[in-house]
Each structure stands twice: as C-alpha cells, then as structure tokens.
C-alpha cells in the first residue's frame, strides 16, 4: 500500500512540475528599479516580452510600444520590456541609465526589467523559458536580434515568436489583441 501511495504522489507531483514548466507565470525576475516582478500577477493578461536596446537602429520602436501598451493596457495586455547587451554591445548603459533613457526619449510606461542576457552561456531563466521548446512545450526560437517580441495568452502559454523587425502594432499583434 506505502508503495502505491508513494507512486501516486511521485505521478502527481510529476504532474505539477510539467504543468508548472509550461506556464510564463511561474517567474519573478528584477524590474529595472530592482524591485521584484511576479509574473504571476499577469494572470488573465495577454503579454507581450520584448528584448530592448538603446542604440540599436531598431530602437524607435520604443515609439510603437508605448503607444500599443497605452492603447490596450485597460484590455488586459502588458509588454515587458527585458534590456540586452547581447548583440553589438547596443545596450551597455546601466538600468538607471537605460531607464533615464526610456522615460526621456519615449516616455516609457511598461514595465522594464533589470537588464540580463537573452543568449549564451549566461541566458536568463525567462528566456531560456522563451526559447526552448523542451521547457515552454510549444516551440523553440532563436534570438535573433534586439526587439524579438514573444506573444503570451492569458494563461501563461507561449503562443507564438515575432521577428525583430515586425512592428509590435503589426496587423497580426493586433488581431492577436482583439482576439
């Protein structure tokens, strides 16, 4: 009987682990104030997770961003902006700097995160998360350059991965939106 018990609990608690794996609800990471953002208080929101960068040619997207985070943030949509470092060195300010620089040339009101690495040997959690299917049981991606944006339903499910040069208003977010 102990051994079916034990079964049983190993069955259930392998359960919630797979179960937890597939949920983007399941992080806290550092917002670019250093206090602590639960994920978890997204529940029933659609998400939006966007690599940013300050120097990077794609940068004015900051721009489109704003507007799309001002136009259905009272439709239970948040975009999470995570800055990077990785690709050409296009974000090397600190977060007080990157933050100065958000809220002086695009009034920036998301939420920013505490920089990290999206790639390597040093990729953050989150986008280990984000880009392996093994771990978000939907698909994986490649980082491909700053601006990457990924798509998160109101469950916490990676729905889909969109190249950094779409517009993060494209026809398609929007449609998503609506949806």
Known sequence: MRKIITIGILLLSTCFISFAQESIHQFTVTSIDGSEFNFAD???KKIMIVNTASKCGLTPQYELLEALYQEYQDKNFVIVGFPANNFLWQEPGSDEEIKEFCTKNYGISFPMMSKISVKGSDIDPIYSWLTQKSKNKVMDSKIKWNFQKYL????GKLVDVL???EKPNSEK????LNQ
Do not use: A, Y
Not at 152 to 155: Q, V
């Open 42 to 44: 997204l529940k029933g």
């Open 173 to 176: 977010v929007i449609s998503w």
């Open 152 to 155: 998160i339903d109101e469950n």
């Open 163 to 165: 190249s950094p040069k």
